[in-house]
Structure formats: structure tokens, C-alpha cells
């Protein structure tokens, strides 16, 4: 059953360092050191498609309120939102588990972190749906889907940062049918060349660095896609796969905060 | 000889009427209102690439500002740009000549119009570059299209609103080799395919009506190509390609106001 669920972390810089910056890979390193061993384990294992996705809009946001603080020479404390989620929710009891009883130090990149307590939870907004559930939503024609964090295909050798509806589609339709029981029953293929139409585009690129120093583009925004002539089960496997991204988000690097996704689909165009 | 021009149309509002969109195949139509028949009958042929464009931004500025003043119960005036390409020279003189002539009453949708003068000019801003002068310029690594009217590709059946770069080049490098005395010699098919990055793309879609209630979209917006790993003839023609999209625009519907585009290549990468 795919759930999600966010995490505050308070991040506050412990002394004056050359780089303050939050990368999308540094993130990706605390969530394992979060992790109890056998999951840390699990995750590692080469694997088509990971079985969890990791986002926070705020390292973006969080890196120019930075360099911005920097200029004024002082040592920033910050709210990150962190959102984890599990395609298969066997992991969660385990995570969970290992997140309260964390007692050691934790730190991102040059950061001391404290996860932040709410009213006694350390768990927010938590959301889940079964594989099943899925199966039984209504489903609507016209689709709106919000690219939160930067999202990015591969084709080829290439990076590809448009919301082509092909590849959108594609890479939810293959990440469903690795872990979701109920796997697509009709041939996708010919539908997504041949019947989707972009609606609506309005997108611009990021270029994200790495700690490594390379970077990868990836676009944000906002697309919306009609299908034409689609038979029943067509546009039903369409929305399927739309509200799957909210747990899986879209395109490459999902579990390195790229590809967050917010889904919905509407009987008529929305006002813009 | 690609050439383009501009020329200033004010519009007046005879009397108050329902309508007073002015659609881009408004503006074809007064557009074959001002050719010397022989041209209009010549550019009516059924051919795969028109040599002639026409574009004016100010009619989807003007629309809006009409419905704004719409509101406030005025008849508005409104000055309106109109640029001119003929991809061969040979249609310039005669094109010309009409046009100082011409006496009769002008009419664009619900518009009278008049020919503005400046300066004793009714041709603005015109330039010229030979084709065998594009085959001179010093390419640059990093290609950037301005894309100033709304372009829409075609693909299968559906219009394809984004910034695909095989489909913009693919555009370019068709009417080039329909209209160009020295065609393209190296095969671009692979280049296009695995070679050009998206370094930046910054767009947003807009649905374009026509006069009879069908509509279009197309984006406006920025984007940046670089390829990767080309050899020096293959860039020198993407070059020569992006430096003819200035005359010949990109895309569908460029005699209709669609697919105007502005170039530059450049060694860096510049500040976005």
C-alpha cells in the first residue's frame, strides 16, 4: 500500500564553513542514516525502481534563503519539510519505529538536525491508499498534474526536462507495474503516443547541482493533458496512474527529492 | 534572399460591434488584401512550405487590451505591428510597389485601417542576409531561441505545444531545404536524435482562437539547446538553421502569426 507522510527537521550551522548548501544527494545520505539497518540494507539493493521516494521543496528554497543570509554574514537556522514515501508500507512500522527511538546526532552536510516534535508527533500529513483503492476512483478527463520539485527523464543518454505526456506516463506506468499487484491490463503504448494531447504548459528549468559538482535540469510547473478518444479502461488507467504520482512522483531521481507530484483530474478545464 | 520587415497598421473601431477579436487568420486574410494579385495567386498555390510569414504580437496584446477597454464602453484606437518575411526576394518589388499604391479601403475584422507612416516610410526595420551569406556565420555552442508568438508543432494528429528540439529543428532544417539553394549536407537525423541538450526552457502555453471558433495552442517562452559531442559541420548548420528561424519562424502556422522567433547563439551559457 503506497503512503506518504512528512518530517520538520531544524537544521542549524554549527560554524562558519565554506559551503552551506543543501544538495539534493547530501539529503539523500541523512534519509539512509535515519533508516534502521536491515531497511538501510533493503534500500541499497540494485533494484529498477526504489521502493520509497524522498522530496523536500524546502532545500531549494532553503539554499537561496542561504546565500541570501550569507551576505548578511550570519549563521541561519531553518525549517526544512522533509515528505517520505513508501510504495510498499511493510517498511513503515520499521522506519517509524527507528525514528523514535533516534538518539544519536544527526547531521546534513554542515548542519546540526533536530527533528521537530508537533504536538507530541514527529509524523505529519500522512496519507495512504491501497493498491486497490486505486482501482476503485472515479476517474475524469482532463488531467492537472503540479510539478513541485524539479522532474527530469532519460532519453537515451540524455537528460530531458519537458512534460512530454509519453514520458510522464511511462514512468508511472512502469514503477505501478513493478510493485502494485494489480498490474495495467491494457496496452498503454499506442494510447500515450497517439491520444494525449498537452492542454496546458507552463514550465521552467532548474539546474540542480549535486555535492559532487554535477548538475542535473529538471523543470517545474504545471502541465495538463486530455486524452482523445479514449475508450473507459483507457482513462481509467490514465487517472490510476495520475494519482499514483502522488506517492511516486515522476520521472528520474525520485528518491533524491526530484519528481514531486501533485495529481488531480477534472471533468472540465480548470480557470488558469 | 530570406528579408523582413516591419509595417505599422492603426485600427478603428467603426462602430460598436459584437466582435472585435482580431484572430491571426483575420490578419491572413487583410494580409492577402494587400498583395498585387499575381502574389496572392502565387501564395495561394498548394505548396508544402509557404515563402512568405506574417506575424504581429500586438494582436494577442491588442485582444486583451480590447477586452479591458471593452468594459469601459469605449471604441479604441490601437497602433499594431506587423512583420513581413518573404523567404525569396523576387516577391519584395511587386509586394512593394502594391502597397504604395494602394488606395482602396482596408479592413481587418471589424477594423478600418490605415497604413501608418514614419518618417515618410511604410517599411520599418527591414534586414536581409543571402542564403550563401548564412553559410559564412561563426557558429556558437549554445543556441537560444526566443520563441515571441505561440509555436505548435505538429505530431501524428495532435498539435504538440513544446519545446522539443527535434521538432524545431526539424521545422527549420525541411524549410531550408525546400527553399535554399545549398542544402543541408550532412545527415542531421542522428544529431537531432542523440545530440542536443535542453539547457534551459522557461515557456507557458496559449490557446490561440480562430474566426470560426476553432482553436490552437501554442507556447511562448525561452529555450537553450547545446549538442553534445558534434562535430564542426554539424554545428555550423544548427547555426545556419537557428539564424534562418528569424526569417522563417518556427513550426505551423507561421503565415498566421505563429512560430515568430528571435536567435542567438553564444559561447557561454548567459545569466538567465
Known sequence: MPLKFEIKLELKLKEKTQSQIVTPDLLHGFFFNLLPPNLAEEFHKPSRFKPFSLWSRDIFNFNKALSDHNKENSTPSKEITVTISFIKDEYYPAFLAALFERKKKLFLGPYAVKLKMLDGKLIKNDQYQGFDEFLNISPHPYLYFYFKTPVVFKRGEMDYPLPEPRLVFKSLLNKWNYFSPFKVKVDLRKTLEEKICIIFAGIRTHKITLSLGSGIT?????????????????????????????YAGVGRKTTMSFGMTRFEAHNKEKEL
Open 218 to 246: 529538471g523543470f517545474t510547473g504545471k502541465a495538463v493533458f486530455y486524452g482523445r478518444n479514449l475508450t473507459d479502461e483507457e482513462l481509467l488507467w490514465l487517472n490510476i496512474l495520475g494519482e499514483f504520482s502522488n
